[in-house]
């Protein structure tokens, strides 16, 4: 099929920080409306290959693409929806919920536009996907870390993103919510979004993820069914407690 | 005594009103991303410009202009390598900054008069020269700040996302830079260099007590900014008294009045 070309594609892809090779020829191609978890222990390059991915990171060596463009000529970037690691959605100056979900559609209006009733439309949309309509004029600040987390999540989709990244986005949620945070994922996915979460651990994901990447120190050492994924966990034991931010 | 009957209280109270409504309005971005002391770091650049407008015998508000530029520029640049000395280099541009100044000073035959002004400000020798340059650069930072907000807001809330989502975060970050370092220059001849960060934070400081959004605490911001600059400059004509002290005292009386408020409303 010509259309379909994978969402993302790195091939040999090196990454250097600083003194050390983050990622070490690392070759990966998601398919569109594939489920791809991201596994491997602290300081494997899971955060690296995801930037890597979207260009946030150089390559020093190895090629990569989005969506079958090459990454510097890409300009769709509506296309995509990125929810990076952070700790809280709250920021300096106080901004309500709906204000921090809209602002996911700033590139998509340009400099000199306005947000329009579609935009909004988007924003009521991406918030009921995450179940927080009820508290989009609220300040983010006041929300619990969970909530927080889902507020990131809408703002990711608020262009209707072909596909979702998200790097860790259940370290700071309880259990309960992790759950319900699964059957969102869930739903989106039976929709067509392609989506790759960066996890400690397959959890709650388990039943929808379609494929697991597993990286340690910078290299790919699986790369297939989820299950498999899960006894390589078991090799490489790592503490969730522990996990810096 | 009419306050209106004079014309340098005229123009010192456009001049005021116009850099409280400026001033905050790129300062939320820089309370946003927790720059609050770039105000006062470019304030230090500035009174080097100013050294230099007087040593030259140009007038010093575009020799402010043109080093707050380069200063801003160059911190922007600094902060975008990300490095962990930019907060070295930063501080070194401050001590630049001032150390450059007096040297400059040291040059020419300037009196601790002139020097004085521009550490305290000097509103009410504001020429109709200096207030056409005050009116150009403030309703321009207002007027970008105000069409830009919602892209400003995006990457002051998080820039990697910004840039993955296409923005052009470079080149709007230089932006701001350049409109913080013209609004620091401009603001300096109001309230003085070493008190110019104040009317960039403050209001915003105060309207972040009261607000929800970030769209009210922009519009608060400005109102609260231009009120203080406007009420303050008043107060000191009937008290005799340094402007740059009254704008400054009443913005932060403003500001205990606002978190008073919010704390008595329960909201903690």
Known sequence: MSNAAPVFEVSDAWVRLGNSDVLRGVDFAQRPGEFVVLLGPNGSGKTTLVKALLGVVRLVRGRRSVFGHDLDTFRHWDRIGYVPQRVTAAAGVPATVGEVVLSGRAAKVGLLGRYGSEDRAAVARALDLVDLAPLATARVETLSGGQQQRVLIARALATNPEVLVMDEPVASVDLAHQESFARTLGELHRGGTSILLVAHSLGAMEPLAQRALVIERGVVIHDGAPDAAAVQEHAHPHHADHEPR | ?268
């Open chain 2, 1 to 268: 005594m009419d306050i209106f009957a004079l014309e340098f209280m005229r123009k010192a109270l456009l001049a005021g009103a116009l850099v409280g409504v400026a001033a905050p309005s790129v300062g939320i971005f820089l309370v946003q991303r927790r720059l609050s002391l770039m105000g006062d770091g470019i304030g230090h650049v500035v009174f080097m410009g100013v050294a230099a407008g007087l040593v030259l015998g140009i007038a010093p508000i575009y020799t402010a202009l043109l080093f707050a530029t380069g200063g801003a520029v160059t911190i922007e640049l600094l902060r975008q390598r990300g490095k962990t000395s930019s907060d070295v280099a930063l501080a070194l541009i401050f001590y630049l900054g001032i150390a450059g100044g007096i040297f400059l000073l040291g040059l020419g035959d300037t009196s601790a008069l002139q020097l004085s002004s521009y550490l305290f400000g000097s509103v009410l020798t504001v020429s109709s020269g200096d207030l056409v340059v005050v009116a150009v650069a403030t309703m321009a930072t207002f007027l970008v700040t105000h069409v830009l907000r919602k892209h400003l807001f995006a990457i002051a809330y998080d820039e990697e996302i910004a840039r993955v989502a296409g923005l052009p975060v470079t080149s709007l970050n230089l932006l701001v830079a350049v409109l913080t370092a013209v609004t620091v220059a401009v603001t300096a001849k109001v309230v003085g260099v070493l008190l110019v960060s104040a009317l960039l934070v403050l209001p915003v400081a105060t309207a972040q007590q009261l607000s929800r959004s970030f769209r009210s605490t922009f519009y608060l911001s400005v109102a609260i900014g231009a009120l203080a600059a406007f009420a303050g400059l008043v107060i000191a004509f009937y008290t005799d008294q340094f402007p740059a002290a009254t704008i400054v005292l009443l913005s932060i009386g403003l500001f205990v009045v606002a978190t008073t408020i919010r704390v008595t409303r329960g909201e903690g």
